[in-house]
């Protein structure tokens, strides 16, 4: 069987799609009228789409990423590749990058980035016949893990690999912290992101928490990942 059959198929008959962008494959969960990436995308996928694409970021451009101290502040050298300044691993979420460069990559790989709303079903409505870990097929969640927020990243440290904190509703890794995900939703010039990240505590990754931010934006806590029509 093709590659291409492969994925035409795994959406008719809604199984996980995967689509590789660098050494792993991407695995894409349905969720009703779309398919959402099981993890955000990492800096293995961002490269190999970076390289592919001819793409030198805003961050790169201008310095390097911000993070958060009495202010926000620049931090030479501070990119997607080198997250908190030291080489990021392959497997980490791809962060310091732009509202814009996010949709970029969604595009490239055949997808978009997720509305809210469709962000929200995914994170906190169970859709699945035969849900894992627990979960109730129709229920709606407090949290992506579920009632309780254990499982998520909130270490205030950093964030860690992708599909490394616990698995959550709709078999999905990292959608409460870890890093804030960009939405496809835009007010003027500022766009949503939601999910929280390493940095707060777990009240920002229930449904309430997402925030505006600019969509030019980028710093050490934004990621994202993609959505696609099936």
């Not at 814009?100 to 490239?108: F, I, K, L, P």
Request: proline fraction near 6%.
């Amino acid at each position: 069987m093709t590659r291409r059959t492969w994925l035409a198929l795994a959406i008719v008959i809604g199984c996980p799609a995967t689509v590789g962008m660098a050494s792993s494959p991407v695995i894409r969960m349905p969720v009703g009228a779309f398919s959402i990436d099981r993890t955000e995308v990492t800096v293995g996928s961002f490269r190999a789409f970076a390289r592919a694409t001819g793409l030198t970021t805003a961050a790169e451009r201008d310095g390097g990423g911000f993070e958060f101290a009495s202010g926000w502040t620049r931090r030479p050298g501070w990119t997607y590749e080198r997250p908190q300044g030291a080489p990021g691993s392959d497997d980490e979420p791809a962060t310091h990058v732009t509202w814009g460069e996010a949709s970029r990559y969604c595009a490239h790989a055949g997808g978009r980035l997720p509305t809210l709303a469709e962000w929200r079903q995914a994170a906190y409505t169970e859709t699945r016949d035969a849900p894992t870990d627990g979960f109730v097929k129709g229920r709606t969640y407090a949290y992506p893990v579920g009632d309780a927020p254990e499982g998520m990243n909130n270490n205030r440290r950093s964030h860690v690999p992708v599909g490394t904190t616990a698995r959550g509703v709709n078999g999905l890794h990292e959608m409460g912290a870890n890093v804030w995900e960009w939405a496809a939703d835009r007010r003027g010039d500022d766009a949503m992101t939601t999910g929280g990240s390493w940095w707060y505590g777990p009240a920002q990754a229930r449904a309430d928490g997402a925030q505006w931010k600019p969509a030019e934006f980028y710093a050490v806590y934004v990621g994202f990942r993609c959505a696609y029509d099936r």
